[in-house]
């Protein structure tokens, strides 16, 4: 088999498998700090998939690249909201399991 | 893409296995601390795929604002966050993990397959722009994405009155309940969690 180039397929199943890692974690931490990581990684995931859609699709008018950009600073902003609201939940709570934030349970 | 086609494979298969094993071990270690590094690996990496695919720029970004930012706000909350503590154990934890991880495994499955089946149309590397894609990102900020480009600072300066106002202790000079004077040395052993957990 003669390829010239990776192909697109690699970085897609690379990506779905790192989104899929990121779900597990998000659903089944008891860490809240590992929930924001968890959360760190989907986007990662997506980003890889612009980005590689950007190169390979779309490689003249790189839009995704631009796309990614903008998701980079929502996350930054997100990471920052985030763990600031653990922080006040840690000072009330005196805890990070995320067993026992159930204030909102009905 | 200058370089030659074997060491790109060399490259990707290498920064991918970084990528999915770091990963993993972000998720499963034992201590948050070794995910919190681990994680910093794996941003790493995706930068260095990001320059497999011709974007120096974005993976300047990534190493910048994630590696740089993030990572270092995650490490800086573990750090104030990080007491060991007895977990209580969950009655339905093995069937819990059972179903989540089978939800996992389908999607995962799907969108594997929908990856392997799809026929992308790609467009011939030809008229690819390679290194000028930095100058490109530019117009496209400056021109039809100038709105959100805008909007993204507003965004950042919200997040950021907001991450203070979160994170703020409001230190108070009287006690509420008793009216006494607070010893504000003390403020954070002796308060009573607001919130306990009454069950």
Same mark, same amino acid.
């Given at each position: 088999?003669?390829?010239?180039?990776?192909?697109?397929?690699?970085?897609?199943?690379?990506?779905?498998?790192?989104?899929?890692?990121?779900?597990?974690?998000?659903?089944?931490?008891?860490?809240?700090?590992?929930?924001?990581?968890?959360?760190?990684?989907?986007?990662?995931?997506?980003?890889?998939?612009?980005?590689?859609?950007?190169?390979?699709?779309?490689?003249?008018?790189?839009?995704?690249?631009?796309?990614?950009?903008?998701?980079?600073?929502?996350?930054?902003?997100?990471?920052?909201?985030?763990?600031?609201?653990?922080?006040?939940?840690?000072?009330?709570?005196?805890?990070?399991?995320?067993?026992?934030?159930?204030?909102?349970?009905? | 893409?200058?370089?030659?086609?074997?060491?790109?494979? &060399?490259?990707?298969?290498?920064?991918?296995?970084?990528?999915?094993?770091?990963?993993?071990?972000?998720?499963?270690? /034992?201590?948050?601390?070794? =995910?919190?590094?681990?994680?910093?690996?794996?941003?790493? =990496?995706?930068?260095?795929?990001?320059?497999?695919?011709?974007?120096?720029?974005?993976?300047?970004?990534?190493?910048?604002?994630?590696?740089?930012?993030?990572?270092?706000?995650?490490?800086?909350? &573990?750090?104030?966050?990080?007491?060991?503590?007895?977990?209580?154990? &969950?009655?339905?934890?093995?069937?819990?993990?059972? &179903?989540?991880?089978?939800?996992?495994?389908?999607?995962?499955?799907?969108?594997?397959?929908?990856?392997?089946?799809?026929?992308?149309?790609?467009? =011939?590397?030809?008229?690819?722009?390679?290194? /000028?894609?930095?100058?490109?990102?530019?117009?496209?900020?400056?021109?039809?994405?100038?709105?959100?480009?805008?909007?993204?600072?507003?965004?950042?300066?919200?997040?950021?009155?907001?991450?203070?106002?979160?994170?703020?202790?409001?230190?108070?000079?009287?006690?509420? =309940?008793?009216?006494?004077?607070?010893?504000? /040395?003390?403020?954070?052993?002796?308060?009573?969690?607001?919130?306990?957990?009454?069950?």
């Amino acid at each position: 088999m003669n390829l010239e180039s990776i192909p697109l397929q690699a970085f897609l199943i690379v990506s779905s498998a790192l989104f899929c890692i990121g779900i597990w974690g998000l659903l089944n931490s008891r860490n809240a700090v590992r929930v924001l990581m968890s959360i760190e990684l989907m986007l990662n995931a997506v980003n890889i998939n612009l980005m590689a859609f950007s190169s390979y699709i779309d490689n003249n008018l790189i839009q995704g690249q631009v796309f990614t950009i903008f998701v980079i600073t929502v996350a930054a902003a997100e990471a920052a909201v985030g763990l600031a609201i653990l922080l006040s939940l840690y000072r009330n709570r005196v805890t990070v399991d995320m067993e026992s934030f159930n204030l909102l349970k009905w | 893409m200058s370089i030659a086609i074997t060491t790109q494979f &060399i490259c990707f298969t290498v920064l991918s296995l970084v990528v999915l094993i770091g990963a993993l071990g972000v998720v499963l270690l /034992e201590s948050i601390v070794y =995910s919190a590094f681990l994680l910093g690996g794996v941003f790493m =990496s995706v930068a260095g795929l990001y320059l497999l695919l011709n974007a120096s720029f974005v993976a300047a970004a990534q190493v910048l604002v994630y590696v740089g930012a993030v990572n270092v706000l995650i490490i800086f909350a &573990i750090m104030l966050v990080n007491k060991k503590e007895d977990l209580k154990p &969950i009655n339905d934890i093995k069937s819990r993990r059972v &179903i989540s991880t089978s939800i996992c495994l389908t999607l995962l499955s799907l969108l594997i397959r929908v990856d392997l089946t799809k026929v992308w149309s790609l467009s =011939s590397p030809q008229n690819s722009i390679g290194e /000028e894609s930095t100058i490109r990102i530019g117009e496209h900020l400056f021109s039809d994405y100038l709105l959100p480009f805008e909007v993204a600072s507003v965004l950042l300066l919200m997040a950021m009155i907001g991450a203070i106002v979160l994170a703020r202790r409001d230190v108070m000079s009287k006690d509420i =309940s008793t009216g006494l004077p607070v010893d504000q /040395e003390l403020i954070e052993k002796s308060s009573e969690p607001l919130l306990t957990n009454k069950n």
